[in-house]
């Protein structure tokens, strides 16, 4: 499955099922992991081409922000708790690799998404 699908078949599918779940995670996988292009139109119809990752080695050489190692203690109750609201609001958050910060899209509104490199 492409990573455009990916997201199409995120948008469509029912948030509280288990299928849901591997989707996103599959998704946060690839983001960590790659430097990812998506093309969105965002809520003020403004369409937006953006390049991201998650990648913890890229975000923390490029950016002053507070970011948690995947896999330590540090990820903590707050965290989790966004992640689940992103979750339920069908948006994922990713680092913009040309502002260096943190933005988010929904997954209806992608129109393109494809890996750039992988990280």
């Known amino acids: 499955m492409s990573l455009l699908e990916l997201i199409k078949e995120l948008a469509d599918c029912p948030v509280n099922s288990n299928e849901y ?12 992991s790659n430097m990812v292009h998506v093309e969105f139109v965002k809520k003020n119809g ?12 890229y975000i923390s050489r490029h950016s002053n922000a507070s970011v948690s190692k995947p896999g330590h203690h540090d990820e903590d109750e707050e965290d989790m708790n966004l992640m ?24 209806e509104s992608v129109q393109d998404a494809y890996v750039i490199e992988e990280l």
């Open 21 to 32: 779940g591997s989707m996103y995670f599959e998704l946060k996988t690839t983001l960590a």
């Open 46 to 57: 403004e369409y937006r081409l953006m390049d991201c990752t998650n990648n913890y080695t």
């Open 84 to 107: 689940l609201r992103d979750m339920n609001n069908r948006l994922i958050r990713c680092f913009d690799t040309e502002k260096n910060e943190f933005r988010s899209f929904k997954f």
